[in-house]
């Protein structure tokens, strides 16, 4: 990724980047960004641009009576879902992850990553993606 469209999804590429996210810093390792888009309370789903720092991913979790859909809108990041390969993301990619199924998702080493989150249902957050899972994964891709 060249330095200029990493500078650009860092600013946000289609929706402004949004504040810091520390309502759910706890369930992240790194910093990311939430812009809220739709919060509607007569509509049962929330959407939002989560931005991630470089490095920064969220706990592994579940998304009980409900799914999440993500639009990859800029960078580069990964999703794994437990027991699966990571898979590594880049803008139009899309990602649907189904009721109860867990995983996690963030940015690369190197790279500011967005998508914007259609979610549905309570998030079961649950532990950290650790340092040398991750690390792994980096090293994998190379």
């Given at each position: 990724m060249t330095e200029?469209?990493?500078?650009?999804?860092?600013?946000?590429?289609?929706?402004?980047?949004?504040?810091?996210?520390?309502d759910y810093a706890q369930f992240f390792t790194g910093?990311?960004?939430?812009?809220?888009?739709?919060?509607?309370?007569?509509?049962n789903v929330g959407v939002g641009v989560v931005t991630f720092a470089p490095g920064t991913r969220n706990n592994w979790h579940?998304?009980?009576?409900?799914?999440?859909?993500?639009?990859v809108t800029g960078g580069e990041g990964w999703?794994?879902?437990?027991?699966?390969?990571?898979?590594?993301?880049?803008?139009?990619?899309v990602v649907v992850t189904h009721d109860g199924v867990k995983h996690w998702h963030g940015?690369?080493?190197?790279s500011w990553f967005a998508h914007i989150a259609i979610t549905a249902g309570?998030?079961?957050?649950?532990?950290?993606?650790s340092d040398a899972q991750y690390d792994a994964l980096e090293t994998e891709a190379d």
């Open positions: 200029q469209n990493n500078e650009a999804v860092k600013n946000g590429v289609i929706f402004p980047r949004g504040p810091e996210n520390a910093t990311s960004y939430l812009q809220s888009l739709v919060a509607d309370p007569a509509v579940i998304h009980h009576d409900g799914y999440q859909i993500l639009l999703y794994q879902e437990a027991g699966q390969p990571a898979r590594k993301l880049h803008a139009g990619d940015a690369t080493k190197d309570t998030p079961e957050w649950l532990e950290p993606v």
